[in-house]
């Protein structure tokens, strides 16, 4: 038996979470946002189950080239635009929509001698301060991208700060800022990410961007997605590879800083923090082994943690675990570990294996 860290990855998921957000905002399209190898769950397993999607986001050129890779022909946004001029050739080559935020990629725009025409979303900065021209520059950018023969239409996007909190009045002040500046003009326009789908029917808009959601997790603090309907895509996996009794006092892994206050059975497991699980993972984490929930004895390894079963617990070497994911929502163990599931999911390192269920 090979060493087991796997991320059983579950298309059929995705092709619903996609369905609940379709009906959750009806009246829009979808960019389905799989940047950062689609958070994780790699492109291969997903390109089939991203066809349902009307356009996909990406936040560089090499995700936009790896999911053409991956066999998919929808089209692609970058979702930050550009880095240097000399990624316009090769984005009108990979099918690629462009965000324009900065006036120096306006200005390239400009300048170039034209093959292709893109399709550009102008992005206002509302509130969020990252990317994004600000309110008052916006028009006079539209009448730039406008005159350009390397663009073929603008769209208008913008970026929300807030939306996770359910009664933030950032959320009203970035709609108002953003309605006065894309509501004069034409062009398709973009607000949502998951949380503006899920909690903000007014940022709907033309064209929603969910990227969480999809994988079917909650980007709400103290909500599982199934409160939406919505099933996590990725069950991450491994196995018991050795057991050990432990009486009152012996302690467990580095540091030595976990010590059994009971005579118990402790359960080493073949993942770790080399495989992307959290390092800091503190003892009261919940594992699921044997479809129960356990909870870490001392602290995550490189390749290897540990779990306290319990004295007299039955589990065998080669029993199944899952870290999270199926029984065991990422939204559980982002809280018990004091982090957010886009972090959880988008650090599952190379070494596991990535398999389509
Ligand atoms: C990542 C990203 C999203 C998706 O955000 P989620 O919170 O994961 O839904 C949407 N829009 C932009 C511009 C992004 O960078």
Redesign the pocket.
């Known amino acids: 038996m090979s060493r087991d860290a796997v991320a059983l990855i579950r298309p059929d998921a995705l092709r619903h979470n996609l369905e609940i957000l379709r009906k959750t905002a009806p009246g829009s399209r979808v960019i389905a946002?799989v940047?950062a190898n689609a958070y994780g769950h790699g492109y291969g397993a997903l390109a089939a189950a991203l066809a349902g999607a009307d356009t996909l986001?990406v936040a560089c050129l090499d995700e936009a080239a790896a999911l053409r890779e991956a066999g998919v022909t929808r089209p692609i946004v970058l979702?930050e635009g550009i880095f240097s001029r000399d990624e316009i050739e090769p984005a009108a080559a990979l099918g690629c929509e462009l965000v324009v935020h900065a006036d120096w990629q306006v200005e390239a725009l400009e300048a170039v001698v034209a093959s292709h025409a893109f399709v550009t979303w102008l992005k206002v900065d509302t509130g969020m301060n990252r990317l994004g021209f600000h309110p008052a520059q916006a028009d006079a950018m539209h009448d730039r991208l406008g005159a350009c023969s390397a663009v073929c239409e603008i769209r208008w996007m913008t970026?929300l700060a807030c939306a996770d909190a359910r009664e933030h009045a950032m959320t009203r002040r970035q709609l108002e800022s953003f309605r006065a500046v894309a509501g004069q003009r034409a062009g398709a326009r973009s607000i949502a990410?998951?949380?503006g789908v899920l909690a903000w029917p007014d940022t709907h808009a033309d064209w929603v961007?969910?990227?969480?959601?999809l994988y079917g997790v909650s980007?709400f603090a103290g909500e599982a997605g199934s409160a939406y309907g919505l099933e996590p895509v990725m069950t991450l996996t491994s196995r018991l590879i050795a057991l050990r009794d432990l009486d009152v006092g012996d302690s467990v892994g580095y540091g030595a800083d976990w010590q059994a206050e009971t005579k118990t059975r402790i359960g080493i497991v073949g993942i770790g923090y080399g495989d992307g699980y959290p390092q800091h993972a503190p003892p009261q984490t919940p594992v699921r082994v044997n479809d129960r929930l356990v909870r870490l004895a001392g602290r995550v390894s490189m390749d290897m943690l540990a779990v306290d079963l319990g004295a007299g617990a039955d589990d065998r070497v080669g029993d199944p675990v899952v870290l999270w994911g199926d029984g065991l929502p990422v939204e559980t163990v982002a809280a018990a570990t004091r982090t957010i599931p886009?972090t959880l999911l988008t650090a599952v390192s190379g070494r596991v294996q990535l398999v389509s269920v």
Not at 209 to 213: F, I, S, T, W, Y
């Open positions: 946002v940047k986001g979702l970026h990410n998951s949380a961007r969910p990227g969480l959601a980007p886009w």
